[in-house]
């Protein structure tokens, strides 16, 4: 599955679950403030935030740019170069990180390292392993972990690949956020939703119990019509 992030929504989301500390994600939480302050009502496609910030401050969109554009109208224009110091902050950061100051470039790296690192991820959730005592495993679970899950609304039971994020292992009775690639994807198509439950298992025994933080995967989202 290869991942399109084209609105603020998907890349703060993506953020979000980026538990590593990176110049990249403090370059992006920068481009998302900026794109947050744009007076624009209900802005939501980033391609759209860049034309109309050019449109106003010039293109190239440059650092130099942002900051001597002069202020005409102070109750119009204001949000306008609050955003404009977001990005100018973060052309900034680029800079003094010996990277690029082009903004399209800048951004591009910004998608693509997000793109790229939620790759081949069918949703992101937050998983529960059982002790053993409660039946679960006597030994810890390495990223990339291959269990069996199954959701309460079916019997059927697919394989998922467990990527944990920000760590390489899970201890029985711990919790942990990961990414996880299902097998079965055309089987459950249209079928899930945020916060939905589920167990994983090896084999019958269920080892853990997850619940679904974020689908990432458009084709096995539910419709919302469907949703109740």
């Known amino acids: 599955m290869t991942l399109n992030i084209r609105t603020y929504n998907q890349l703060a989301s993506l953020i979000d679950y980026d538990l590593k500390i ?73 800079k003094l990180g010996n990277d690029a100051v082009d903004s399209d470039v800048v951004l591009n790296k910004i998608i693509s390292y997000y793109e790229t690192e939620f790759a081949n991820t069918d949703f992101v959730a937050d998983l529960k392993y059982r002790t053993t005592e409660e039946g679960g495993r006597k030994l810890p679970a390495f990223s990339k972990y291959r269990s069996q899950v199954k959701f309460e609304f079916d019997e059927m ?51 853990g119990n997850g619940k679904i933080r974020l689908i990432l995967n458009e084709k096995l989202k539910k419709p919302l019509d469907k949703i109740v």
């Open 22 to 94: 990176s110049r990249i994600k403090d370059l992006a939480e920068l481009f998302l403030s900026g794109m947050r302050d744009w007076p624009t009502y209900n802005q939501t496609e980033i391609l759209d935030y860049v034309k109309e910030l050019k449109d106003y401050f010039g293109n190239p969109l440059t650092i130099e740019a942002i900051r001597t554009k002069r202020i005409n109208n102070l109750e119009f224009d204001c949000w306008h170069h609050e955003s404009g110091n977001s990005i100018s902050d973060m052309l900034e950061i680029s």
């Open 157 to 207: 039971q697919t394989s998922g690949v467990q990527t944990f994020i920000d760590q390489d292992k899970v201890l029985p009775g711990e919790s942990i956020r990961a990414k996880i690639r299902l097998s079965e994807v055309d089987y459950f198509a249209g079928k899930l939703e945020d916060d939905m439950h589920f167990e994983f298992r090896e084999g019958p025994r269920i080892i």
